[in-house]
């Protein structure tokens, strides 16, 4: 058995931020090696390169794993971890886990009360900072497996990521673009048809425009979808759209950024520790979002089974 070693092993993602990580880390670094923080990084190549660093940092002993990144470099680290847990047998509980935020998207920090300041997150990490958060395992179309740290979702939300992440690609930042992908999503995509099942009661079937799925309350550079989802409660929050005409949706969005869209009278809104969602056509299975990122198609499952994993907290 590998011993557990007690360094922070960093993944940086120079990619993330429009490019800008390396002229924050660096600084970075030496804020590390002045506090006498014990550290190692590597340095990701590709998409998903994140994932199987984290894992072979886990199998090599470390416990301490931090994505400097945003979001989307979040989800990967994370998956990377679960995975090693998945596989052999390791409690999640013994992993530390944070995010040094550089990236354009860092919604996860919100819900933990993480500055978006490297040395004051370094600040953190040197009092030992910690909180917890669950372990959202899901599985999609096909028994694939996959992991969430913060929100997912179908319809409405999955294609506005993947909308929001074109644009990325396409060198655009900033926070219009997600409401401006928002906007263009609502014009354009198609009702789905679907039963939403929480905690073995079906709580919608038929007609729906999107679903969300909360870990954390954040999203979309500050749209609060489900926003009494608390990280360390064991329960997974849901934000069901039905049917409802383009205008009265429209009206709706400031309650996205409000946090009141529970309250709105339009949306189906709850909470569970068990969710399922099936697609009643072949035309309904539609994509998967995780923390952002396209992870697989309908149909969905989460069975939250009490597992968690430390995490940097203010």
């Given at each position: 058995m590998t011993e557990p070693k007690t360094a922070w092993y960093f993944i940086v993602n120079p990619r993330a931020g429009s490019g800008k990580t390396m002229s924050e880390w660096v600084p970075?670094?030496?804020?590390?090696?002045?506090?006498?923080?014990?550290?190692?990084?590597?340095?990701?190549?590709?998409?998903?390169?994140?994932?199987?660093?984290a894992h072979d940092a886990a199998a090599d002993g470390y416990r301490r794993i931090m994505a400097v990144g945003g979001d989307g470099s979040l989800h990967e680290v994370l998956s990377g971890i679960a995975e090693y847990c998945e596989e052999s047998g390791t409690d999640a509980?013994?992993?530390?886990?944070?995010?040094?935020?550089?990236?354009?998207?860092?919604?996860?920090?919100?819900?933990?009360?993480?500055?978006?300041?490297?040395?004051k997150v370094i600040e953190l990490i040197?009092?030992?900072s910690f909180g917890q958060m669950d372990v959202v395992k899901v599985q999609c179309s096909g028994g694939?497996?996959?992991?969430?740290?913060?929100?997912?979702?179908?319809?409405?939300d999955s294609h506005v990521c993947s909308r929001v992440n074109l644009q990325k690609e396409r060198g655009k930042r900033g926070k219009l673009i997600y409401l401006n992908?928002?906007?263009?999503?609502?014009?354009?995509?198609?009702?789905?048809?679907?039963?939403?099942?929480?905690?073995?009661?079906?709580?919608?079937?038929?007609?729906?425009?999107?679903?969300?799925?909360?870990?954390?309350?954040?999203?979309?550079?500050?749209?609060?979808?489900?926003?009494l989802a608390q990280m360390d409660d064991g329960i997974i929050d849901y934000m069901i759209v039905p049917k409802v005409s383009?205008?009265?949706?429209?009206?709706?969005?400031?309650?996205?950024?409000?946090?009141?869209?529970?309250e709105s009278g339009v949306v189906l809104s709850g909470r569970c520790k068990s969710l399922q969602i099936v697609p009643l056509d072949n035309?309904?299975?539609?994509?998967?979002?995780?923390?952002?990122?396209?992870?697989?198609?309908l149909p969905l499952s989460i069975e939250m089974d009490g597992r968690k994993v430390n995490v940097v907290k203010g």
């Open positions: 970075a670094e030496r804020i590390l090696q002045k506090r006498g923080i014990p550290f190692v990084t590597a340095m990701t190549d590709y998409k998903c390169h994140a994932t199987q660093l509980s013994e992993f530390y886990l944070g995010v040094m935020p550089i990236g354009s998207g860092n919604d996860w920090i919100k819900s933990l009360n993480v500055p978006h300041d490297l040395e040197s009092k030992d694939k497996r996959a992991w969430m740290a913060n929100v997912g979702g179908t319809g409405f992908a928002l906007r263009y999503t609502m014009m354009h995509l198609d009702q789905l048809h679907l039963k939403v099942i929480a905690d073995g009661q079906t709580v919608h079937e038929g007609i729906c425009y999107s679903i969300a799925l909360g870990n954390g309350c954040y999203s979309g550079s500050g749209m609060r979808q489900v926003p383009l205008r009265r949706m429209l009206k709706e969005i400031p309650r996205l950024f409000n946090g009141t869209i529970n035309a309904s299975e539609d994509i998967i979002e995780l923390d952002g990122e396209i992870e697989g198609k």
